[in-house]
Every structure is written in C-alpha cells, then in structure tokens.
Nanobody, 119 residues
Framework: QVQLVESGGGLVQAGGSLRLSCAAS????????MGWYRQVPGKQRELVAL???????NYADSVKGRVTISRDNAKNTVYLQMNSLKPDDTGVYYC?????????????WGQGTQVTVSS
C-alpha cells in the first residue's frame, strides 16, 4: 500500500501565499505523475497542476502564473506553491500519485487539505 499525506492548507487572505506538500510512503518502486486537484462542494474534482517524473509540468489556466508545482523524487514529495491567492482558489486540495508497483501502475489519492481564501 501507498499513503499520501498532505499538509500546508489553511486560511489566508486574498493576495496571500500558501505552500502545500504531499509526501508518499509505502511500497513504492517508482512514482510517475504527481498532481494536485481541487474540489469544491457540488463540483467535480479538477486538475490544478501536474508534474511528471522528468519534471514536465501542466497547469490549469486559472492558476497559470500564480502557482508552481515541483517535486523531490528522493523524498517522494510533491509541492504546490500558490501565490496571489484569490477567493476562487478556495477548496479541498487533493494530491494524486501514479505509482509503479509489481509491474503495474496504481493511482493513489491523499486525504485532502482545506484551502480557504478570504476576500
């Protein structure tokens, strides 16, 4: 099994910054893509940012220029630096990892961390 543990969420005023972290542990051969997703009540979970094992990144249009995703492969950890936060960034942020185990790729999710941006 693999566990993803997120941290760094909280309450921040508009214009502020937060840094989310997600550490993976367990039976890991290698981790492929790692990403952050946001979910608000009544809506589907949506991609915020993704980083591949080689470091290529992809961002939602709504966060481009304000958010940076990065990862430390030695620590099996992915980070999300969020700047110039807006109330629309509010939601539960989930970390996802595609993990290679036993010759197969499995998808794992973290438990989520709440981000609230006040106006």
């Amino acid at each position: 099994q693999v566990q993803l543990v997120e941290s760094g969420g909280g309450l921040v005023q508009a214009g502020g910054s937060l840094r989310l972290s997600c550490a993976a542990s367990g039976s890991i051969f290698s981790i492929n893509d790692m990403g952050w997703y946001r979910q608000v009540p009544g809506k589907q979970r949506e991609l915020v940012a993704l980083v591949t094992k080689s470091g290529s990144t992809n961002y939602a249009d709504s966060v481009k220029g304000r958010v940076t995703i990065s990862r430390d492969n030695a620590k099996n950890t992915v980070y999300l630096q969020m700047n110039s936060l807006k109330p629309d960034d509010t939601g539960v942020y989930y970390c996802k990892a595609l993990v290679s185990q036993y010759g197969t790729t499995f998808q794992y999710w973290g438990q989520g961390t709440q981000v609230t941006v006040s106006s």
